[in-house]
DNA sequence: ATGGTTGAAAGTCAA
């Protein structure tokens, strides 16, 4: 069995959802992992994704912030959301494939612009969720398991534009990268975007404030895709859909893609 | 150091 998976920030899914079914009709990814749906579960325009083959979804909302989706064509079961920082933000849903595979799919809190804890409490919350994904993958280790979505956090020199000018910026701070780091060691996680392609700038987030995204490229990767280490290895074919940042009315994200076969 | 844009929802908060 092979499918495609991808997972894309919306920034609303009820304002997006002609790019989603463009999406959909052009890439036809088999799982399609949304954050940022701004919206109650109910609320997700489930009937128009139906129609176009994506017959189950799995999904957690709240009215105007967070939310997850995970939409597929191939049967999937809901296997929980939890509530990692005790927030009470729709920011986790994992969903369960036939053949036993998990879809974890993850909105990290943004952690608002100062990155000092002390000063700011969104960081605090960004770190503490960032904690409560380690001590789970601690204490309950994933297996057979697919990790997406919307980290927040560009780990590595190449994943952002520039990486001395964001040391100190929130997204790509050595705090951050430790904590994220920790998450991942924690479940053994295998970043599989970087698996497939080891080398050079990626990027999947672009401002809406720069006046031209596209030429100024002041990007940074924030969205993921990650894979236990007994399913890695049957990971391929990972790429951005750059081209998705410059649609009409375009979210700030670009989806992520992978395919596994298993 | 600052401001720049977008969305939800009706004044701001969040990103």
């Known amino acids: 069995m092979s499918f495609t998976i991808a997972t894309w920030n919306i920034n609303s899914v009820r304002l997006r959802e002609p790019i989603v079914t463009r999406l959909m009709g052009e890439e036809a990814p088999d799982i399609l992992c949304l954050q940022e749906c701004k919206c109650l579960a109910e609320q997700i325009p489930t009937e128009a994704f139906q129609a176009l083959g994506y017959r189950w979804q799995v999904a957690r ?76 993958f601690s204490k309950d280790k994933p297996a057979r398991a697919i990790l997406v979505g919307d980290l927040n956090i560009a780990p ?60 100024a490229d002041k990007g940074r990767r924030l969205d993921h895709i990650w894979a236990t280490p007994d399913i890695a290895n049957a990971s391929h074919t990972s790429r951005i859909l750059r081209a998705a940042r410059g649609w009409d009315q375009p979210s700030d994200h670009a989806p992520v893609f992978a395919t596994f076969d298993l």
């Not at 409490?121 to 960004?126: E, L, M, R, S």
């Not at 060691?185 to 975007?193: E, I, M, P, R, S």
């Open 156 to 215: 590595r020199e190449d994943d952002v534009w520039n990486h001395k000018a964001l040391l100190k910026i929130v997204s790509h701070t050595p705090i951050e990268v430790e904590h994220l780091a920790a998450a991942q060691d924690a479940g053994a996680w295998v970043d599989v975007t970087r698996k497939d392609i080891p080398d050079g700038l990626l990027y999947s987030w672009w401002s809406y404030r720069a006046p031209d995204w596209d030429a």
């Open 61 to 136: 909302g709240q009215k105007s912030y967070n939310g997850v989706a995970i939409l597929s064509k191939l049967p999937i079961s809901d296997a929980g959301g939890e509530d990692f920082a005790g927030l009470g933000h729709a920011r986790h849903v994992a969903a369960r494939l036939d053949n036993g595979v998990t879809i974890h799919n993850f909105y990290v809190p943004a952690g608002g612009d100062i990155p000092d804890r002390d000063q700011n409490v969104k960081f605090g919350q960004k770190l503490d969720f960032l904690a409560h994904m380690r001590d789970g």
